[in-house]
């Protein structure tokens, strides 16, 4: 999935980085792209290990909005497999738009058809390498297929300029491409606020 998001963010550029994690991927991107950037993160443990590789992170809870960001600060705001994590991801999609001229999201893919399958012969919540935690450790609260995902972007005026539709390694395949809600396991998507 970094060499998809590699591709879209812009040399030089001033980036976001929403639920930034370790901060692995901002670093790969700074080292690679010279990108500025922030990252925010809610775990405490996560913003320490940012901070040991010498990144600008900063803790907030992106659930309880992102008011402290002005309208289009950002060249670029990502936010990597963490909108389905949040308890309104249609707010954070607003904010994101907001505050970032483009913005890349990328999320797994519930409706894929192994998480079909797995659930219809097992009866159980399915696990993947897309969607790796148990039902009752999971972060993520909003499970979505791509269609849900892409519905929630019409309704909020929001263009998707581009997409990739991958499995969980990061390949595509043919039938991700033919049908994608199907076989994808996560899609990248760029985005950007309809004019």
Request: aromatic letters at 8%; hydrophobic letters at 40%.
């Amino acid at each position: 999935m970094f060499k998809i998001i590699n591709k879209w963010v812009p040399i030089n550029s001033h980036i976001l980085d929403l639920g930034c994690g370790d901060g692995s991927m901002l670093l790969d991107l700074k080292k690679e792209l010279n990108v500025n950037g922030l990252g925010v993160d809610i775990s405490e443990e996560n913003i320490q290990l940012s901070l040991a590789k010498g990144l600008n992170v900063i803790e907030q809870d992106i659930d309880q909005g992102l008011s402290n960001f002005k309208d289009q600060s950002f060249d670029l705001v990502l936010m990597s497999q963490s909108i389905q994590a949040l308890k309104r991801p249609d707010l954070a999609l607003t904010e994101i738009i907001r505050i970032g001229k483009e913005c890349i999201v990328s999320i797994p893919n519930f409706a894929n058809l192994r998480c079909r399958f797995q659930l219809f012969i097992t009866g159980k919540m399915p696990i993947s390498s897309a969607l790796p935690h148990s039902w009752y450790s999971t972060p993520n609260l909003h499970l979505c297929s791509l269609k849900d995902f892409e519905t929630l972007c019409m309704d909020l005026n929001i263009t998707i300029s581009e997409k990739k539709l991958i499995k969980a390694s990061g390949k595509s395949t043919f039938f991700s491409k033919l049908l994608p809600n199907l076989f994808a396991e996560v899609a990248v998507y760029k985005l950007q606020k309809k004019s």
